[in-house]
């Protein structure tokens, strides 16, 4: 498994429920612009099921992978928050040869932004900080080694609309000889446009450059995404598909498939 399959990122979206009422409608739509926003004031526990197929020489190879994504804002003062996001992967698969088990975990991704609380005079919402790469993953499924780096965003929401741009860079750190030679580069720009009825659809890649092994892992993602309620909360149900234009030798092909469930805690 290559370094850059353990730190993708994944978003979701679909379809489901109807909203009680015109004060439960107003809440979600600010809701579903905040979940627009990577370093919205909102915590969020995403629980993100992704499908890929074509792995290995022979393109017999799939992988059902689930992220736990906990996003956390915490104030630190009257004008910044500090946003915590981390991503927590479960990967099973199938169609693999060699010695490699068919279920196990991959390495967290941890990031923090200090972000403004509010937007710049021309209406950008940025953030920026440190990301680190925990090498917890199970054997076969991690990159055995530390890594650290920066991380940053910057985007706009006018009207129904969010623009914007999201990219972190990781080195490997204090690596013995044995261990993974980490340099790579993530880079996801997004457009997303709500509905007045609280209905997402969004449009991103996830480009990840190797730059040891020169390799490219770019899927090109189209989600569609609600927020709805589901007993007494409001939560985001969603999904969607991706094409995989390019992946590194053995990675994945063609068409690939995502569903989202992320639980809202609004302050």
Not at 110 to 119: A, L, V
Not at 186 to 215: H, R
Request: charged fraction near 15%; charge should be negative.
């Amino acid at each position: 498994m290559s370094f850059q399959s353990s730190i993708k990122t994944l978003c979701g979206a679909s379809l489901v429920g109807a909203l009680a009422s015109p004060a439960v409608a107003n809440d979600a739509n600010e809701l579903a612009k905040q979940l627009a926003n990577p370093v919205a004031s909102l915590i969020s526990v995403p629980f993100q099921f992704n499908y890929d197929e074509g792995y290995g020489p022979d393109g017999n190879g799939s992988r059902y992978t689930i992220n736990v994504q906990p996003v956390i804002p915490i104030s630190i003062g009257e004008n910044w928050n500090l946003i915590s996001r981390t991503i927590v992967p479960f990967i099973f698969q199938d169609g693999f040869s060699g010695d490699i088990d068919d279920s196990g975990y991959g390495d967290i991704v941890q990031s923090f932004f200090f972000s403004p609380k509010q937007p710049t005079r021309g209406g950008i919402i940025w953030g920026a900080g440190p990301v680190f790469l925990l090498p917890t993953g199970s054997d076969g499924y991690g990159a055995d080694q530390f890594a650290m780096g920066v991380t940053a965003v910057a985007l706009k929401q006018t009207g129904p609309w969010t623009f914007g741009f999201l990219g972190n860079h990781l080195w490997d750190v204090g690596g013995g000889g044995d261990a993974t030679d980490i340099s790579s580069t993530f880079a996801q720009p997004f457009v997303s446009y709500g509905t007045a009825n609280a209905w997402t659809f969004a449009l991103n890649t996830e480009a990840t450059y190797d730059w040891i092994n020169e390799e490219t892992s770019l899927p090109i993602n189209f989600t569609v995404s609600k927020v709805t309620k589901l007993g007494p909360n409001l939560v985001s149900i969603g999904g969607g598909l991706r094409y995989w234009a390019d992946s590194p030798t053995n990675g994945p092909d063609g068409l690939a498939a995502r569903v989202n469930l992320t639980f809202l805690y609004p302050k």
